[in-house]
């Protein structure tokens, strides 16, 4: 199994940048391909935002974040970082981080084996 911890949501104001943390932990950790961010807001569903090797080498990114927000894998502390910049009213949300076994970099939740409890961000306009 593997757990998945984010951290690092809050209210901002728009424009204003911040990072979120997923510390991931577990004795199958080593088996993980990918990890993710999704984003959920009220009344809609979870929806891809950014996804990562756990080499750190390959990268994609949904369209509305991509050129805003960049994703990065430190394997030495297990922790994937979602730097979101020029936030936007838009991308206020529940963000969950995700990790699968597959080992291509996947937009399809389905194929998501292990999810956070979620981080919230809220962005004021």
């Known amino acids: 199994q593997v757990q998945l911890v984010e951290s690092g949501g809050r209210l901002v104001n728009s424009g204003d940048s911040l990072r979120l943390s997923c510390a991931a932990s577990?004795?199958?950790?080593?088996?993980?391909?990918?990890l993710a961010w999704f984003r959920q807001a009220p009344g809609k569903g979870r929806d891809f935002v950014a996804a990562?090797?756990?080499?750190?080498?390959?990268?994609a990114y949904s369209d509305s974040v991509q050129g805003r927000f960049s994703i990065s894998m430190n394997n030495a502390k297990n922790t994937t970082y979602l730097q979101m910049n020029n936030l936007k009213p838009e991308d206020t949300a529940t963000y969950f981080c995700?990790?699968?076994?597959?080992?291509?970099?996947?937009?399809?939740?389905?194929?998501?084996?292990?999810w956070g409890q979620g981080t919230q961000v809220t962005v004021s306009s």
């Open positions: 577990g004795r199958t950790l080593r088996t993980i391909g990918v």
């Open positions: 990562v090797s756990r080499s750190g080498g390959d990268t």
């Open positions: 995700a990790a699968t076994p597959v080992k291509v970099l996947t937009r399809y939740f389905a194929r998501y084996s292990f």
